[in-house]
């Protein structure tokens, strides 16, 4: 395993060649999230985001991204090896910023594979998608000073500059099997949702249906989620929409790799 770096740093050879993928892990567990959930699959989570949600559960790809530059070839291989999988599920970061993702989802879908892309919804590219799986992130994603993990609010207008990009997002939809996931802190956020679902059925010919639309609780941990799902529950029940659990949380909390 090379050793991780910065992202924004090149480091080896395959990155010096203008080739490859930032990837923070690959690991086989079953798809936590959206209609999907409970399906063996193999993750690959590449590292670097155009966004910075103050709750980000992938710290290491957002606000410190950490990685080691990775061929395609090593990738698959890897995929591979979790011979029960026939489920890919590409995420990250926002694994669309990355060109080589382009050349990785080809070739999953040479190989046969069923492939879910988690993504914020910001950036469309023409490829080999099966299930789009879109989280457009809300108002309340903003890390406001108050609630940077980090810093003081560096990111804060930047992020809400660029956290919805209603042409891309509306070609996905139009491209794509789609999920609209969005992440739930409270009820506040239903008015925004409900508004960003109609401005996407006016922009797109696909029907979106209310139960492509998945509201998801906030929450990394099952302390977290414990303060969240019941409510968002509730909330899915009242509006029409859909809820999705956060099966990997329930079933291993934070632990890394799953
Ligand atoms: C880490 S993101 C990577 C993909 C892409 N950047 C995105 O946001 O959709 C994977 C999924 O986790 C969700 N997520 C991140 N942090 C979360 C949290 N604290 N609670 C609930 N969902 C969260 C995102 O909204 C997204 O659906
Ligand atoms: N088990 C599991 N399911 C997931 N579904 C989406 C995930 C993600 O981080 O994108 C995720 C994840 O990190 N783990
Ligand atoms: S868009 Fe996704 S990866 Fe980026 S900061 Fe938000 S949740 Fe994290
Ligand atoms: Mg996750």
């Known amino acids: 395993m090379p050793v991780a770096s910065d992202v924004e740093e090149p480091t080896t050879d395959a990155e010096a060649a203008g080739e490859g993928l930032p990837i923070n892990e690959v690991f086989y567990s079953l798809q936590g999230e959206g209609t999907l959930a409970g399906v063996p699959s193999v993750f690959v989570r590449t590292s670097g985001c155009n966004l910075r949600c103050w709750f980000c559960d992938s710290y290491h790809t957002s606000w410190e991204p950490t990685g080691a530059w990775r061929d395609v070839d090593s990738i698959l291989e890897e995929v591979r090896s979790h011979e029960q999988a026939n489920h ?7 694994p669309l910023i990355h060109e080589e993702s382009v050349e990785l989802l080809e070739r999953l879908d040479e190989e046969g594979y069923h492939a879910t892309v988690e993504t914020n919804g ?3 590219r023409d490829v080999p998608i099966d299930l789009a799986s879109i989280s457009p992130k809300l108002t309340s994603s903003t890390p406001t000073p108050e609630r940077d993990p980090k810093g003081e609010g560096e990111w804060e207008e930047k992020h809400e500059q660029n956290r919805i990009d209603m042409d891309a997002l509306s070609q996905m939809v139009d491209a794509y099997e789609t999920q609209l996931k969005f992440v739930v ?3 506040s956020d239903l008015p925004e949702i409900t508004d960003l679902v109609e401005r996407v059925r006016e922009a797109t010919v696909a029907t979106v249906a209310d139960d492509d639309v998945l ?3 906030e ?4 302390e977290q989620l414990d303060g969240t799902r019941s409510e968002v529950a509730e909330l899915a029940m009242e509006y029409g929409y859909r809820y999705t659990p956060r099966l990997h949380v329930d079933l291993w909390n934070d632990a890394p790799g799953t």
């Open 185 to 187: 802190t409270d009820e």
């Open 215 to 217: 509201l998801m609780p």
């Open 122 to 124: 910001t950036i469309y």
């Open 219 to 222: 929450g990394m941990t099952r």
């Open 88 to 94: 890919v599920v590409l995420t990250g970061g926002e």
